[in-house]
């Protein structure tokens, strides 16, 4: 079945360390996303990729680095400059030029500090 | 001032009551409406799709557009506690792909 997968489900970071959130599709999709959710503040876009190697930030960026060498594969790297990393943080993918699909979302990576 | 405004919730309701699920939006660039439910730790699934003034039904949910209000409904007819979950409004400006998202209701169905 197609689908996007998430990993790990659960992650722990020490202070000052860079963690990576895994996310990969077998969709065939070309675009995708990566969203931060916090309690009460809905979803806010990190980044977002339309094509191989090419990215762009959207309203929430500093603190994160992405890389997209593969369609099927959008790591996120949270880096120790994120001051407040701990949240849900979730992955999607769509079509571009199918804007009335919406997203498929993957089941989400929940990152805390410790 | 946020883009979209969303009713935080929590909200409950007996089974098989009508639920109306709301937001209100600022920017007269969004024209794409969706309506996604998230179950607790889990991924939002894209429930509804509309682009036009109007309805759009499918089974048990309704999805409402008044774009010279900017306001979008979602409504759950014959509720039941399967439905119980996260619900957030999502849209888009033109031919952009980057949805902004409300802040998600969340919603009990009482057995």
């Known amino acids: 079945d197609g689908g996007i997968t998430q990993s790990p489900k659960y992650l722990f970071r020490k202070e000052g360390q860079n963690v990576t959130l895994s996310c990969e599709q077998n969709l065939n999709h070309d675009a995708m ?16 990729s339309q094509i191989v190697n090419d990215f762009q930030k959207g309203d929430i960026a500093e603190g994160y680095s992405v890389s997209r060498e593969k369609k ?43 | 001032q946020k883009e979209v405004e ?3 919730g929590p909200l409950s309701v007996p089974e098989g009551a009508i639920v109306s699920l709301n937001c209100t939006y600022s920017n007269s660039a969004f024209q794409y409406f969706m309506w996604y439910r998230q179950y607790s ?3 939002p699934e894209l429930l509804m799709y509309t682009y036009s003034s109007g309805n759009k039904e499918d089974g048990r ?19 039941q506690p399967s439905d119980s979950a996260t619900y957030l409004c999502a849209m ?7 949805l902004t998202f409300g802040s998600g209701t969340q919603l009990t169905v009482l057995p």
């Open chain 1, 33 to 48: 996303y990566w969203y931060r959710q916090d309690p009460g503040q809905g979803l806010r876009l990190i980044y977002y």
């Open chain 1, 72 to 114: 099927e594969s959008f790591p996120l790297t949270v880096t120790s400059a994120q001051k407040n990393p701990t949240a849900f943080y979730l992955c999607a993918s769509s079509l571009w030029d199918r804007g009335r699909d919406g997203y498929t979302f993957g089941s989400g990576t929940r990152l805390t500090v410790v």
């Open chain 2, 6 to 8: 969303q009713d935080p």
């Open chain 2, 41 to 43: 730790r889990k991924g």
């Open chain 2, 61 to 79: 949910f309704t999805a409402q557009v008044d774009k010279s209000s900017k306001y979008i409904s979602l409504f759950i007819r014959d509720s």
């Open chain 2, 92 to 98: 888009r400006k033109g031919s952009a792909r980057q």
